[in-house]
């Protein structure tokens, strides 16, 4: 697996979403910071498939890709001046202080932590183990999120009726 | 022997999938890995372009003729015999045409827009099994990924949309959104049904399991393969639900600014999508290159195209024969009709895949007896559907347009009310 594909493919997708998480921020236009937002998800898209976590980076795409930034975009038209150049922002520096601390306690902990290394060929078909995963050992939390997700759909549909309905 | 450095049966017309492995042991033996990793994805995409680029042109003229005749006129009839070269004479002059960008648009993101359309268009026919053997890349989520990568189009749709700068390519973008995601949900809930009762997300494995049972998946499935055709159909941007570009209310929608090459791009990539999407149908419900011990006879990729074409008549017919839906009227299709229905559908599925398969059932007894009980099931939801929401039947109040089209729907009214 440690071909030379492999690492120009890692380093190809990792700076593909690390520059466009920077333009997410950098960019003034809203809705261009909204499709380097996509090209993030599209860029860990193709991380997974680098470790051969194939339908996980499926479900990226599927989900982050191409139903996330759905809603982003829905959320963009919906505000006024977004095609134009984003207002000046108040928090920069704040925000600016928040994100270095954040990334620092991140850095640290990927620094510090011993992680376990797991060793071998990776699997085969991750689907089937996924599926057996989430519906014998981690059923109850995976219930639990399907129950909160009802929910969220609920409140959405009741926030957004009207009285005379 | 002609080409000496080929090896093994590559001749073999019934399964193209060893001409494509004798020319890639050819090129490994140079020695090269890196030669061997571009010439394994070059010759994919040049066989998926051999399929491609003639399909194109000839699914244009195809549709062209076809719709004609459904209006009672000739389509193109003038350029070669019986307008063989129409598309070609159509490609040369798009070619040439102007390629004009509003001045007060995106500029990046309109140039950019036509291109990725593409991307997802080509990509998909990456996992499509064409015979045996012969999915170019047999991924074992090939389903979940045509799914993924085909909802890539809204995306690309959107941003074609928003750049023109022209508020009627915005409508036209926000409807695909608002269709894309509501029909999104159907076509996803239908097709775990499949995977639900073939047990694989690979469509290799789907086509193969047919092939192993001796049965299409229609015919044990009939509602999801209805409830998907329609679905997938939507997603197309084609005439019974083209609000997306429907020239009678919003120009061209969100390709109302794009000319020339560009706006052929979309263009193709439509006519791209449509096939893929037969293909879908063909390989999903009916049984890909399996045709009941035909594919012994025949080459099974022959069959599998001629399947896909079918489905794609089917598609030019609809389009010939349905008038365009109201943006509500999609909608309200998508979430009152085939959404209950596909539920209901992966519900029926999961429990007779439980029956069967935790009684050790013998599939020759079981399938037939699940074929009969969801076509009868598909039948009277249908039916029920039609006669509790339907819109033939007209209610107290509904104009009946007796004199106009001889039609005289439910209890007559003598002729328009309050009518001059």
């Given amino acids: ?165 | 022997m002609p080409f000496p450095f080929l090896k093994g049966a590559w001749y073999n017309i019934s399964d193209l999938s060893n001409l494509s492995r004798a020319l890639l042991g050819w090129v490994d033996g140079w020695g090269n890995d890196t030669v061997a990793y571009i010439a394994a994805g070059l010759i994919g995409v040049l066989a998926t372009m051999a399929f491609l680029v003639p399909s194109q042109l000839g699914v244009v003229w195809i549709e062209r003729r076809v719709i004609g005749r459904f209006q009672i006129r000739r389509g193109p009839n003038r350029v070669g015999p019986y307008g063989l070269l129409q598309p070609i004479a159509d490609a040369l002059k798009v070619m040439l045409k102007e390629a004009l960008t509003p001045p007060a648009g995106d500029k990046w993101v309109f140039w950019a827009a036509p291109i990725l359309m593409f991307i997802p268009a080509i990509g998909v026919y990456a996992v499509i099994p064409w015979g045996k053997n012969m999915a170019m890349a047999d991924l074992n989520i090939g389903l979940l990924y045509f799914v993924a990568l085909s909802s890539l189009t809204t995306i690309f749709v959107f941003m074609a949309g928003w750049s023109s700068n022209n508020k009627y390519s915005l409508f036209g973008a926000m409807r695909v959104v608002a269709m894309m995601i509501s029909y999104e949900v159907p076509v996803v809930v239908t097709l775990l049904g499949v995977s639900l009762f073939t047990g694989s997300l690979s469509l290799s494995g789907i086509v193969q399991w047919q092939a192993d049972y001796h049965v299409w998946l229609v015919l044990l499935q009939p509602m999801a393969f209805i409830v998907y055709y329609i679905a997938s159909t939507a997603e197309l941007n084609r005439t019974p639900a083209d609000i997306a570009e429907a020239e009678s209310e919003i120009v061209a929608g969100y390709h109302t600014e794009y000319s020339g090459m560009k706006f052929s791009l979309f263009y193709a990539a439509e006519y791209t999508n449509a096939l893929a999407i037969s293909a879908l149908v063909a390989a999903v419900y009916f049984g890909g290159w399996y045709m009941w011990g035909l594919e012994q006879w025949v080459p099974g990729w022959l069959i599998f195209i001629g399947k896909l074409y079918f489905f794609f008549l089917v598609l030019i017919w609809l389009r010939g024969t349905l008038p365009r839906l109201r943006v509500d009227q999609l909608m309200a299709f998508a979430w009152k009709f085939l959404l209950p229905l596909s539920l209901v559908n992966v519900f029926v599925v999961g429990l007779e895949v439980l029956l069967w398969h935790e009684n050790g059932w013998s599939a020759g007894v079981t399938l037939p007896a699940f074929a009969v009980v969801n076509l009868a099931l598909t039948v009277a939801l249908v039916y029920t559907y039609a006669r509790a929401f339907g819109y033939d039947r007209p209610r107290a109040g509904d104009i009946v347009l007796r004199s106009e089209i001889g039609f005289v729907p439910g209890p007559a009214t003598e002729g328009l009310p309050g009518g001059t």
């Fill in chain 1, 1 to 165: 697996m440690d071909g030379t594909g492999i690492v120009i493919a890692f380093w190809v997708f990792a700076a593909m979403t690390v520059g466009a998480a920077l333009l997410v921020v950098a960019l003034r236009n809203l809705f261009h910071a909204a499709l380097a937002l996509i090209v993030a998800f599209a860029g860990m898209a193709g991380l997974f498939v680098t470790l051969s976590a194939d339908f996980l980076a499926v479900g990226q795409v599927l989900i982050y890709v191409g139903a996330i930034s759905i809603l982003v975009i829905f959320a963009l038209m919906l505000t006024p001046l977004a095609g134009r150049h984003n207002g000046e922002s108040r928090y920069a520096l704040p925000a600016g202080g928040a994100a270095a601390g954040l990334a620092a306690v991140v850095i640290y902990a990927v620094l510090n932590v011993d992680w376990p290394l797991r060793g071998g060929e990776g699997f085969d078909e991750t689907a089937a183990l996924l599926g057996e995963a989430l519906l014998d050992t981690w059923v109850l939390p995976f219930e639990v999120v399907s129950v909160l997700l009802l929910a969220a759909m609920i409140g959405a549909i009741v926030l957004v009726r009207g009285d005379g309905e």
